[in-house]
């Protein structure tokens, strides 16, 4: 499978959420979704809710906040393929981003021109 990396650095062919979609797994999406609930507070998680084809993609599912993610509508106004091929690279929005997950800075620094 390509790796598949989201707008803001978060790899989503690396993603539980990801891989349970595209092979159907309903069990363990079951299992994200009690997961969403019991520790992320989500209550209407739902196995559906979770489910995810990437947020690259215009249409299709994605989990919760990513349809909704002001980073992912930033960067497909700009037309561009990630947060790091971006010339305001760094900005406000992702920086937030990198506070939560550190790793994302390394695979988007590692995609820059």
Same mark, same amino acid.
Request: aromatic share 4%; hydrophobic share 35%; with cysteine.
């Given at each position: 499978?390509?790796?598949?990396?989201?707008?803001?650095?978060?790899?989503?062919?690396?993603?539980?959420?990801?891989?349970?979609?595209?092979?159907?797994?309903?069990?363990?999406?079951?299992?994200?979704? #009690?997961?969403?609930?019991?520790?992320?507070?989500?209550?209407?998680?739902?196995? #559906?809710?979770?489910?995810? !084809?990437?947020?690259?993609?215009?249409? +299709?599912?994605?989990?919760?906040?990513? !349809?909704?993610?002001?980073?992912?509508?930033?960067? *497909?106004?700009?037309?561009?393929?990630?947060?790091?091929?971006?010339? !305001?690279? +760094?900005? #406000?929005?992702?920086?937030?981003?990198?506070?939560?997950?550190? #790793?994302?800075?390394?695979?988007? !620094? *590692?995609?820059?021109?």
């Amino acid at each position: 499978m390509d790796r598949i990396i989201a707008y803001c650095g978060l790899v989503c062919s690396e993603c539980p959420s990801y891989i349970h979609t595209q092979s159907g797994n309903m069990e363990e999406l079951a299992k994200l979704a #009690e997961q969403a609930r019991a520790v992320h507070g989500v209550a209407d998680a739902t196995a #559906e809710s979770v489910m995810c !084809d990437g947020c690259l993609l215009p249409e +299709g599912r994605k989990i919760g906040y990513c !349809d909704t993610c002001e980073i992912r509508a930033c960067a *497909a106004a700009r037309s561009v393929a990630h947060c790091g091929a971006c010339a !305001d690279y +760094g900005c #406000e929005k992702i920086e937030g981003v990198f506070q939560q997950v550190p #790793e994302a800075r390394a695979t988007l !620094d *590692a995609l820059r021109p």
